[in-house]
């Protein structure tokens, strides 16, 4: 079945530690994206790619970095530098333009 | 600047019963797409429905279905014969065919389905 892989579903990031959280799709779609879920929050996004190589800043991109070297794969780095990180990370990909957006898991992230 | 504002931050219905929630935006262009997508306790964002902007009819799924007002910018969700696993947040969003592929998602309402 065609879908959108997050993994690990929980992650522990010690201080000054770098985390990366995995998002593999096997849709075919152009365009991927990660957001960043807090409670009582809507979804906010981080950073977005429209096509391999290439990717833009969301709203909240500081702290966080990313690549997309092939089509399925758009992995996101938690860096030191994101002092607040324990969140819930949800990617998403969708194929077109006007078409919805098609979402992981999700991985929740929290300090140790 | 584009804003999706849901007005409801908590609602409950009995099952069986009808509810709406919520949603308007605010946008300057004339052609988006509109979405609400419900995410569950099991944290899952799942595509409940989808309107096309330039439709004028209303899209409805099932139990589910819209009241669109694009001069009010105004797409409320209906629930019609509530049931125990409607229980989830509703977030409403729309996007653009002009801007790069972004997504604009408003705060979400909680919905519980009373039994």
């Known amino acids: 079945d065609g879908g959108i892989t997050q993994s690990p579903k929980y992650l522990f990031r010690k201080e000054g530690q770098n985390v990366t959280l995995s998002c593999e799709q096997n849709?075919?779609?152009?365009?991927m994206y990660w957001y960043r879920q807090d409670p009582g929050q809507g979804l906010r996004l981080i950073y977005y790619?429209?096509?391999?190589?290439d990717f833009q800043k969301g709203d909240i991109a500081e702290g966080y970095s990313v690549s997309r070297e092939k089509k399925e794969s758009f992995p996101l780095t938690v860096t030191s530098a994101q002092k607040n990180p324990t969140a819930f990370y949800l990617c998403?990909?969708?194929w077109g333009i006007g078409q919805p957006q098609h979402f992981g898991d999700g991985t929740r992230l929290s300090i140790l | 600047a584009q804003t999706v504002t849901q007005s409801q931050p908590e609602m409950s219905v009995q099952e069986a019963e009808t509810v709406t929630l919520s949603c308007t935006y605010d946008?300057?262009?004339?052609?988006?797409?509109l979405f609400w997508y419900k995410q569950p306790p099991s944290r899952q964002m799942i595509l409940v429905i989808r309107?096309?902007?330039?439709?004028?009819q209303n899209a409805t799924e099932n139990r589910f279905s819209v009241n669109f007002q694009k001069a009010a910018k105004s797409f409320s969700l209906k629930i019609s014969d509530s049931q125990l696993g409607d229980t989830a947040m509703y977030f409403c969003?729309?996007?653009?065919?002009?801007?790069?592929?972004?997504?604009?998602f408003g705060t979400g309402t909680s919905l519980t389905v009373i039994p």
């Open positions: 998403a990909s969708r």
């Open positions: 946008t300057s262009e004339n052609n988006y797409y």
């Open positions: 309107q096309e902007a330039y439709k004028q």
């Open positions: 969003a729309f996007t653009l065919p002009n801007t790069g592929n972004q997504f604009y």
């Open positions: 849709l075919n779609h152009d365009a």
């Open positions: 790619s429209q096509i391999v190589n």
